[in-house]
């Protein structure tokens, strides 16, 4: 059986909803729990669960209580003295605190007691433990993170989603690799399309980045399949597979998205108050609205996958509640079942020419 | 009279809604127009809405025919044989067409027999042109497109939204000098706070330009009122008023916020499409949808202005049609009665101890 080892303690609604989530995945999916934190919040937590179930409120809708029967969940408990708040400089607190949550669940899936770690607390010290602890595939310089969008057609992947701020071609190339092998065997699209984020369509467009990494991945058209350069505009039209940019600018794109939906969200809700009729308008409206909010929550895609790592580690946001956490599971045992990291390390040895 | 240049050929549309929105303009603001462009087919779009009027459907709204007294309006024709295509490199363009329409409208304000250029045609060439022909202002490296957003509160000012793809720490310091100035002179902000686009909110967050950029605005907090790092998901939250960034970042969250916004509203209309019912809530919700559409839509912003060159340039949408275009007439306006161009300098000139 697959199992997954949770950061009990990271994120805003830790250790509560992590456990809530944990269960609840363990419960859907089939899979063994290894919750890593404090011992007696997360048996707190665990004997709360049992007694009253969980309530959810999860992708908008209603409050929902679910109970679970505990005694059938595989769901073990690795005790963490230590916790990374989110302002401490990663590089120094997983050296510093080598008992602490975070660093224990990567150890978990070092010593193979683990298949795969979830983690909604602090981005930095996920990736730095998960560098440290499980070390780098061969011929990939920096782990990246691919997130997985909503489009009008088929999910799409924006790799780097904020690990490496400033990069090189060398590395958006690597990028590209990774996306590509999680886009086929993750998402299942056969020969994933390859486009880089860019202010125009022409090859000359952009930043230097953007320019060189075009130039790269034209270069290397026999094993990949780059189609160009893609503009912001475009990325949620279906055009696209993968896309590739650096951690920045993937960052500041996910996070505007994010705030463009909410603020019509909002809006639509604040336009549905006007008058009577409006009233009416929205509650009308609002089942439909909230399909679609589902359609384009993150928390239904749960997490944000660590490419370029020997492991498999799921980021997730950090006002993850159950619901995300469930789904980030989710993500992890996929991502597990279909080795997406042996695929990106077999891809790099057969096109190993490259590089020489 | 504030009389405005427009290039007549510039634009997806060009002449015909570029024609019909400099009349709407010249008709509900009381400008005067200079019509830049073959004359043969300015003409035959003038008498066409003479007899005609305009045909409009405005932010998504409904046809609607508008007439005009042209002979009531001060409406003039600078001929220009030449056109410079979206594809051309801007540089080498302008240097070859001397008689396109987009370098003898930047003459015209040059020569001062207009007050301000509108353009919707290339705006690498509107960009190049204005440098060009109205010089920079001292004390500014490079100028930089300035884009005024929606927010649930007040416009923020985004800037640079394209013009420079590679930037330094000082040409931010710089953007945000014009930002400040615009936001105050132009949208009416007595202290506009400044925020530097980032992926979190700590000064050691992000790539090197924005740690760089950050620490310089700290040292200027006497100048500027700085406030910090801002993240795309807070951008529309209203708590910052001139957002600063390099021209590549900026110009990738504005195609995003544009596709993303795009993508929910055709979600909407397919989720209004499932069922009887759906299509009921649909009908009742259209004119709420329709609201915030305007709210959002580029077309109510009309255009984007570049700031730094010693003149006024309003860079339009490449898609606008007349209503887009009628808008980017009154930001020129408005830019050129508030004289924001001036109160930079001032503003320079007050300060250049910093770059002593």
Redesign the interface.
């Given at each position: 059986m697959t199992r997954i080892a949770i950061d009990a303690m990271g994120g805003d609604y830790a250790p509560r909803e992590v456990v809530a989530g944990a269960v609840w995945a363990a419960s859907e999916y089939g899979v063994a729990i290894e919750l890593v934190g404090k011992q007696d919040r997360i048996e707190y937590e665990l004997d709360r669960i049992r007694n009253e179930g969980i309530i959810t409120s999860a992708g908008g809708f209603k409050d929902k209580k679910i109970k679970f029967d505990l005694s059938k969940l595989d769901i073990k408990i690795t005790p963490a003295t230590e916790v990374i708040e989110m302002?401490e400089?990663p590089g120094q607190a997983i050296r510093k605190k080598k008992k602490s949550s975070i660093v224990l669940a990567v150890d978990a899936v070092a010593n193979e007691s683990s298949d795969a770690i979830v983690a909604a607390g602090s981005t930095g010290a996920a990736m730095a433990a998960s560098l440290f602890g499980l070390g780098r595939i061969p011929g990939i310089d920096r782990p990246a993170i691919a997130v997985t969008l909503p489009?009008?057609k088929n999910p799409i992947v924006v790799i780097d989603a904020?690990a490496n701020?400033?990069c090189t071609p060398d590395m958006l190339y690597q990028f590209a690799v990774m996306g590509t092998t999680f886009s086929k065997n993750v998402l299942g699209i056969e020969v994933p399309r390859i486009g880089v984020?860019?202010?125009g369509e022409?090859a000359g467009?952009?930043?230097?980045l953007?320019q060189a990494t075009y130039k790269l991945l034209e270069e290397n058209q026999d094993k990949l399949n780059f189609i160009g350069n893609i503009?912001?505009?475009?990325?949620?039209?279906g055009i696209c597979d993968v896309i590739v940019?650096?951690?920045?600018?993937g960052?500041?794109?996910?996070?505007?998205?994010?705030?463009?939906?909410?603020?019509?969200f909002?809006?639509?809700k604040q336009?549905?108050k006007?008058d009577p009729?409006?009233r009416?308008?929205?509650l009308?409206?609002k089942p439909?609205?909230k399909?679609?909010y589902r359609?384009?929550n993150y928390e239904e895609f749960g997490g944000a996958l660590l490419l370029g790592v020997k492991g498999i580690t799921v980021i997730s946001h950090g006002s993850s509640k159950a619901y995300a956490i469930k789904n980030a599971v989710r993500v992890a045992k996929e991502a597990v079942e279909t080795g997406v990291n042996k695929k990106i390390a077999e891809f790099l040895e057969g096109t190993n020419e490259r590089s020489a």
């Open positions: 302002g400089a489009t009008m904020g701020s400033n984020l860019n202010i022409e467009k952009g930043n230097e953007a503009e912001g505009r475009e990325i949620f039209s940019c650096d951690g920045f600018v960052n500041v794109a996910l996070k505007i998205t994010e705030g463009t939906s909410s603020m019509l909002r809006m639509l336009e549905f006007t009729l409006a009416i308008a929205g009308i409206a439909f609205m399909r679609i359609k384009i």
